[in-house]
C-alpha cells in the first residue's frame, strides 16, 4: 500500500516544541517534492514548508520562517518539521504530502493534530 503517516502531534505549551516525522511506504520519496501543510478549524489547508525535488529549495510560509525547519531523510524514507517558539495560531491539524516529481502523482498523510495552549 502506497501511503504516508504523520506522527508526532501533541499538546504544548506555547513557547514548546514538537517534532512531526512522516514515513513513507509503498514507494520511495527519493524523486518527489514534500511538503507539509496544515488546517486550522474554519480556515483552509495552508502550505507551511516544502523542499522541492528539482533544485532542493527550501521555502516557508512568513508565518513560521525562523521557528520551522523542514528536512529529510532518504535513507530512512521520512521527512520531518521540526517546529520551535510554538504559538497558539500555530493549532492546527498538520498533514505531510509527497509529489512525484515526473508524473505529479501525489501522497497525503491522514493528519495528525497540534494543539499550543497553555
Known amino acids: 500500500q502506497l501511503q504516508v503517516v504523520e506522527s508526532g502531534g501533541g499538546l504544548v505549551q506555547p513557547g514548546g516544541s514538537l517534532r512531526l516525522s512522516c514515513a513513507a511506504s509503498g514507494f520511495t520519496l527519493d524523486y518527489y517534492s514534500i511538503g507539509w501543510f496544515r488546517q486550522a478549524p474554519g480556515k483552509e489547508r495552508e502550505g507551511v514548508s516544502c523542499?522541492?525535488?528539482?533544485?532542493?529549495?527550501?521555502d516557508y510560509a512568513d508565518s513560521v520562517k525562523g521557528r520551522f525547519t523542514i528536512s529529510r531523510d532518504n535513507a530512512r524514507n521520512t521527512m520531518a518539521l521540526q517546529m520551535n517558539n510554538l504559538k497558539p495560531e500555530d493549532t492546527a491539524v498538520y498533514y505531510c504530502n509527497a509529489e512525484d516529481a515526473f508524473t505529479g502523482s501525489a501522497y497525503w498523510g491522514q493528519g495528525t493534530q497540534v494543539t499550543v495552549s497553555s
Open positions: 523542499i522541492s525535488f528539482s533544485i532542493g529549495r527550501l
